[in-house]
Protein backbone atom coordinates (compact mmCIF):
# COMPACT_ATOMS: atom_id res chain seq x y z
CA UNK A 1 0.00 0.00 0.00
CA UNK A 2 1.62 3.45 -0.73
CA UNK A 3 1.79 6.17 1.55
CA UNK A 4 2.21 3.72 4.68
CA UNK A 5 5.09 2.28 6.25
CA UNK A 6 6.18 0.43 9.20
CA UNK A 7 7.92 2.92 11.51
CA UNK A 8 8.84 1.78 14.97
CA UNK A 9 7.95 -0.79 18.02
CA UNK A 10 7.06 1.22 20.99
CA UNK A 11 8.18 -0.51 23.75
CA UNK A 12 7.03 0.55 27.65
CA UNK A 13 10.08 0.19 30.45
CA UNK A 14 11.13 1.68 33.97
CA UNK A 15 14.47 2.26 32.69
CA UNK A 16 15.30 4.21 29.24
CA UNK A 17 18.75 4.58 30.41
CA UNK A 18 19.38 1.18 30.29
CA UNK A 19 17.63 0.47 27.39
CA UNK A 20 19.43 3.16 25.10
CA UNK A 21 22.90 1.55 27.10
CA UNK A 22 22.40 -1.92 25.63
CA UNK A 23 20.94 -1.01 21.97
CA UNK A 24 23.71 1.43 20.99
CA UNK A 25 26.31 -0.43 23.12
CA UNK A 26 25.28 -4.05 21.13
CA UNK A 27 23.50 -2.76 17.91
CA UNK A 28 24.65 0.74 17.18
CA UNK A 29 21.95 2.72 17.98
CA UNK A 30 21.58 6.12 18.12
CA UNK A 31 19.17 8.43 20.09
CA UNK A 32 17.39 10.81 17.48
CA UNK A 33 15.09 11.68 19.70
CA UNK A 34 14.63 12.33 23.76
CA UNK A 35 12.03 14.77 25.00
CA UNK A 36 9.07 14.79 26.95
CA UNK A 37 5.35 14.01 25.72
CA UNK A 38 2.59 14.55 27.68
CA UNK A 39 4.83 14.88 30.50
CA UNK A 40 6.66 11.94 30.14
CA UNK A 41 10.24 11.02 28.74
CA UNK A 42 9.76 9.42 25.27
CA UNK A 43 12.98 8.26 23.68
CA UNK A 44 13.65 7.25 19.55
CA UNK A 45 16.46 5.04 18.67
CA UNK A 46 17.61 4.42 15.15
CA UNK A 47 18.67 0.76 14.27
CA UNK A 48 19.51 0.93 10.49
CA UNK A 49 16.59 2.33 8.91
CA UNK A 50 13.91 1.29 11.81
CA UNK A 51 13.20 2.23 15.09
CA UNK A 52 12.59 1.32 18.57
CA UNK A 53 10.18 4.48 20.38
CA UNK A 54 10.70 3.93 23.95
CA UNK A 55 8.12 5.28 26.75
CA UNK A 56 9.28 5.81 30.36
CA UNK A 57 6.98 5.22 33.21
CA UNK A 58 6.54 4.09 36.36
CA UNK A 59 3.71 1.36 35.73
CA UNK A 60 6.39 -0.39 32.91
CA UNK A 61 5.70 -4.24 33.36
CA UNK A 62 8.41 -6.27 35.54
CA UNK A 63 11.02 -7.43 34.32
CA UNK A 64 10.94 -10.73 32.32
CA UNK A 65 7.45 -9.57 31.04
CA UNK A 66 6.50 -8.25 27.89
CA UNK A 67 7.16 -4.83 27.38
CA UNK A 68 5.40 -4.15 23.94
CA UNK A 69 3.43 -2.06 23.70
CA UNK A 70 1.99 -0.80 20.14
CA UNK A 71 3.77 -0.71 16.27
CA UNK A 72 3.71 2.56 14.85
CA UNK A 73 2.87 2.54 11.31
CA UNK A 74 3.80 6.40 9.54
CA UNK A 75 1.20 7.43 6.91
CA UNK A 76 1.46 10.11 4.24
CA UNK A 77 -2.54 10.44 4.65
CA UNK A 78 -3.51 9.67 7.79
CA UNK A 79 -7.08 10.62 7.22
CA UNK A 80 -7.73 8.45 4.37
CA UNK A 81 -5.84 5.49 6.18
CA UNK A 82 -8.35 5.54 8.84
CA UNK A 83 -11.59 6.38 6.61
CA UNK A 84 -9.97 3.10 4.91
CA UNK A 85 -9.50 1.26 7.86
CA UNK A 86 -13.07 1.58 9.31
CA UNK A 87 -14.88 0.98 5.87
CA UNK A 88 -13.29 -2.47 6.30
CA UNK A 89 -15.03 -2.85 9.59
CA UNK A 90 -11.51 -2.15 11.52
CA UNK A 91 -11.78 -0.13 14.92
CA UNK A 92 -9.91 2.84 14.51
CA UNK A 93 -9.66 5.72 17.51
CA UNK A 94 -10.65 9.46 16.45
CA UNK A 95 -7.62 11.61 15.03
CA UNK A 96 -6.15 13.39 17.57
CA UNK A 97 -4.46 16.50 15.88
CA UNK A 98 -1.19 17.76 18.08
CA UNK A 99 1.56 20.05 16.29
CA UNK A 100 2.94 18.81 13.57
CA UNK A 101 0.58 16.20 12.61
CA UNK A 102 -2.02 13.70 14.05
CA UNK A 103 -2.60 9.74 15.47
CA UNK A 104 -4.98 6.90 15.73
CA UNK A 105 -4.99 4.04 17.20
CA UNK A 106 -6.20 1.18 15.42
CA UNK A 107 -6.80 -2.58 16.93
CA UNK A 108 -5.20 -5.54 15.07
CA UNK A 109 -5.20 -9.08 15.53
CA UNK A 110 -5.52 -10.36 18.98
CA UNK A 111 -6.40 -6.68 20.02
CA UNK A 112 -2.88 -5.50 19.02
CA UNK A 113 -2.56 -1.75 19.13
CA UNK A 114 -1.32 -0.18 15.81
CA UNK A 115 -0.34 3.52 15.70
CA UNK A 116 -1.44 5.50 12.39
CA UNK A 117 0.07 8.65 12.31
CA UNK A 118 1.51 11.43 10.14
CA UNK A 119 4.14 14.06 10.44
CA UNK A 120 3.41 17.06 8.10
CA UNK A 121 5.65 19.90 9.47
CA UNK A 122 9.28 19.39 8.30
CA UNK A 123 10.19 20.33 12.23
CA UNK A 124 8.23 17.32 13.32
CA UNK A 125 9.32 15.18 9.95
CA UNK A 126 13.03 15.79 10.74
CA UNK A 127 12.19 13.48 13.98
CA UNK A 128 10.46 10.58 11.90
CA UNK A 129 12.11 10.59 8.39
CA UNK A 130 15.23 9.94 7.26
CA UNK A 131 16.47 12.59 4.55
CA UNK A 132 18.60 9.59 2.40
CA UNK A 133 15.65 6.98 1.98
CA UNK A 134 12.73 9.45 2.51
CA UNK A 135 10.76 8.83 -0.81
CA UNK A 136 8.67 12.30 -1.67
CA UNK A 137 6.51 10.34 -4.61
CA UNK A 138 5.30 6.76 -2.33
CA UNK A 139 4.25 5.23 -6.45
CA UNK A 140 7.89 5.76 -7.17
CA UNK A 141 10.28 3.11 -7.18
CA UNK A 142 13.73 3.72 -5.99
CA UNK A 143 16.68 3.17 -7.27
CA UNK A 144 20.48 2.08 -5.26
CA UNK A 145 23.66 1.96 -7.10
CA UNK A 146 25.72 -1.07 -5.75
Do not use: Q, W, Y
Not at 43 to 57: A, C, P, Q
Not at 63 to 70: E, L, S
Not at 92 to 116: C, D, N, Q, S, Y
Request: proline share 8%; aromatic share 8%.
Amino acid sequence: MAGVSLHHVHMVTHDVDGFCEFFIRNFDAEIVFDAPIDGDRNVFLKIGSGRIHLFETRDAPPDGRNAFHHLGMMAENLSALVERLKGDGVPVTPITRVPGGGFAIATGPHGMKIELFEANAPDTRRFFVDPETSNPDPGEKRHVDA
